[in-house]
């Protein structure tokens, strides 16, 4: 749900966010949390159905300073890696600018805050998309390599920023919700970002071949 903030290049100077938010995704179907820990550049997200656990669920590990997504599968006792760098010069764009300033150029603040979960939050519209909105907070700091956004103004992302509340997809008529539900400051256990003992790599069939 953050992957259009997470394409652009992290900045250097943002306050990082140490702690877990909940989130409840509400789409078609059967609402499901969404849990985001976040630890010394390190960012893990679990995706679990309400009042279930999820120990055996697959979670994806975020490693900012290694470029490195992780996705463990513990009902396998696998895991995947995808190496950021070799994927973009795999594809030739390593020394391409991002395309995420032209998307995030369509957001504009809509003039009015909310406050979810303790917290407020400034609105802003995605003017491309009537309808899709972010509610963006300054007050915690930032997830690791979330946007930087050079050039666009109109996103007060340079010190860091977190979504509490994002609507996508307004215009088809079943539009996806994602609304913070708890936010915890306790720094969670670095033993979450780490490889279960015992699990092994298997290859990830997004990653070039040698």
């Given at each position: 749900?953050?992957?259009?903030?997470?394409?652009?290049?992290?900045a250097?100077?943002?306050r990082?966010?140490?702690?877990v938010?909940?989130?409840?995704?509400?789409?078609v179907?059967?609402?499901?949390?969404?849990?985001?820990?976040?630890?010394?550049?390190?960012?893990?997200?679990?995706?679990?159905?309400?009042?279930?656990?999820?120990?055996?669920?697959?979670?994806?590990?975020?490693?900012?300073?290694?470029?490195?997504?992780?996705?463990?599968?513990?009902?396998?006792?696998?895991?995947?890696?995808?190496?950021?760098?070799?994927?973009?010069?795999?594809?030739?764009?390593?020394?391409?600018?991002?395309?995420?300033d032209?998307?995030?150029?369509?957001?504009?603040?809509?003039?009015?805050?909310?406050?979810?979960?303790?917290?407020?939050?400034?609105?802003?519209?995605?003017?491309?998309?009537?309808?899709d909105?972010?509610?963006?907070?300054?007050?915690?700091g930032?997830?690791?390599?979330?946007?930087?956004?050079?050039?666009?103004?109109?996103?007060?992302?340079?010190?860091?920023?977190i979504?509490?509340?994002?609507?996508?997809?307004?215009?088809?008529?079943?539009?996806?919700?994602?609304?913070?539900?708890?936010?915890d400051?306790?720094?969670?256990?670095?033993?979450?970002f780490?490889?279960p003992?015992?699990?092994?790599?298997?290859?990830?069939?997004?990653?070039?071949k040698?």
């Amino acid at each position: 749900m953050l992957g259009v903030a997470a394409t652009a290049a992290p900045a250097v100077a943002q306050r990082a966010f140490e702690g877990v938010i909940t989130y409840r995704v509400t789409s078609v179907g059967t609402p499901m949390e969404v849990v985001i820990s976040a630890r010394g550049g390190k960012m893990r997200h679990d995706r679990r159905l309400p009042g279930t656990s999820d120990a055996a669920a697959t979670y994806e590990i975020m490693d900012r300073e290694a470029g490195q997504i992780i996705t463990v599968i513990p009902a396998a006792k696998q895991y995947m890696v995808l190496d950021l760098e070799a994927m973009r010069e795999a594809r030739g764009d390593a020394a391409q600018p991002s395309g995420a300033d032209k998307v995030l150029a369509n957001f504009a603040p809509a003039g009015r805050t909310e406050s979810i979960a303790g917290v407020s939050c400034d609105v802003y519209t995605f003017t491309a998309r009537p309808g899709d909105e972010w509610c963006m907070t300054t007050r915690l700091g930032g997830f690791p390599g979330f946007m930087s956004a050079p050039g666009v103004p109109n996103l007060p992302v340079k010190d860091g920023a977190i979504v509490l509340r994002m609507t996508m997809g307004s215009m088809t008529g079943r539009p996806v919700t994602m609304v913070a539900t708890r936010i915890d400051r306790t720094p969670p256990s670095a033993s979450l970002f780490t490889i279960p003992s015992g699990f092994e790599e298997m290859k990830n069939p997004l990653m070039p071949k040698p």
